[in-house]
């Protein structure tokens, strides 16, 4: 099922997301935990890039295996320092294990190179070449508070445009810890004439440790209510967990009751986080 077809159903749509693990040692056990995501029967269950970027052996196998199980599977394709070479085998073998869905990204830099060599240098041309090619749902990111190596978020935005006006079928947020500002960015999308759905997404943040990466990585805002969750919980896991949660499922009420359509928890593999979240909201769904 492609994705795009979900958002015009009446429920809300609520997603989860996966990575496929990093050494083959870890396969089963990171293989079990994403099909206990999807067992939970979410709108769609996206599947991370694996290591360096590629979709590979373990990322077409989870994806492979959670179509199995009737759930939509939205596969992560990254472009930097991609060859076009590549990138049609990697489309050909997406096609063959039958994705319909891939959320299109140029992908993170390494840190201490150069921008690497390809024949890509944004997304917007992987986009134009996932649609050249057919048969593919196409997504992609969407800062609300801006890209962080971007100079402005208005010029991001109209780069957010180039990507829809290329073939987007629609687009995920980054993660956003203030619903105030996703209401913002909303708008001021739709102002430029972007109207493909807009899924909002949310993350659980279960370890205090974590979040000065999310911040680092994301530029994420942390309002000042949140901040106090972090001082109050964040040396305590078990508190820290149930807080996160809780937070999460706050956010994802006030969205659903502003009638925003459909929210993607970056769960991650922890179905165990996946399922709390699911079962604070479900009679919303």
């Known amino acids: 099922m492609r994705v795009s077809s979900i958002f015009a159903g009446e429920k809300p749509c609520l997603s989860f997301e996966v990575f496929p693990p990093k050494r083959d040692e870890n396969a089963g056990k990171i293989a079990r935990a994403a099909m206990a995501v999807a067992a939970l029967r979410p709108g769609f269950v996206s599947?991370?890039?694996?290591?360096?970027?590629?979709?590979?052996?373990?990322?077409?196998?989870?994806a492979r295996e959670i179509e199995q199980m009737g759930?939509?599977?939205?596969?992560?394709?990254?472009?930097?320092?991609?060859?076009?070479?590549?990138?049609?085998?990697?489309?050909?073998?997406?096609?063959?294990?039958?994705?319909?869905?891939?959320?299109?990204?140029?992908?993170?830099?390494?840190?201490?190179?150069?921008?690497?060599?390809?024949?890509?240098?944004?997304?917007?041309?992987?986009?134009?070449?996932?649609?050249?090619?057919?048969?593919?749902?196409?997504?992609?990111?969407?800062?609300?508070?801006?890209?962080?190596?971007?100079?402005?978020?208005?010029?991001?935005?109209?780069?957010?445009?180039?990507?829809?006006?290329?073939?987007?079928?629609?687009?995920?947020?980054?993660?956003?810890?203030?619903?105030?500002?996703?209401?913002?960015?909303?708008?001021?999308?739709?102002?430029?004439?972007?109207?493909?759905?807009?899924?909002?997404?949310?993350?659980?943040?279960t370890n205090g440790r974590q979040i000065e990466r999310i911040c680092r990585v994301s530029g994420a805002h942390l309002p000042a209510r949140f901040l106090a969750i972090l001082d109050k919980y964040g040396a305590s896991p078990p508190a820290m967990r149930q807080a996160g949660i809780i937070y999460a499922c706050e956010q994802i009420v006030g969205l659903l009751s502003g009638g925003w359509r459909a929210v993607h928890v970056y769960s991650m593999n922890k179905p165990d986080v996946a399922k709390a979240i699911l079962e604070n909201i479900k009679e919303l769904l």
């Open 47 to 62: 599947v991370t890039c694996g290591a360096g970027g590629s979709t590979d052996s373990n990322t077409l196998a989870i």
């Open 71 to 205: 759930v939509p599977a939205l596969a992560h394709l990254t472009c930097v320092g991609a060859s076009r070479e590549g990138v049609l085998a990697q489309l050909s073998a997406l096609r063959d294990a039958g994705i319909e869905n891939v959320l299109a990204l140029r992908g993170d830099i390494p840190e201490g190179l150069d921008f690497p060599d390809g024949d890509y240098a944004y997304a917007v041309e992987l986009v134009r070449e996932i649609k050249a090619y057919g048969d593919f749902c196409v997504g992609a990111a969407c800062y609300p508070e801006g890209h962080v190596e971007c100079p402005g978020a208005a010029l991001d935005r109209l780069h957010l445009k180039q990507k829809v006006d290329a073939g987007v079928d629609f687009l995920v947020t980054q993660m956003c810890f203030d619903n105030d500002l996703l209401y913002k960015f909303a708008w001021q999308i739709r102002e430029l004439g972007v109207s493909v759905p807009l899924v909002v997404g949310v993350m659980p943040v």
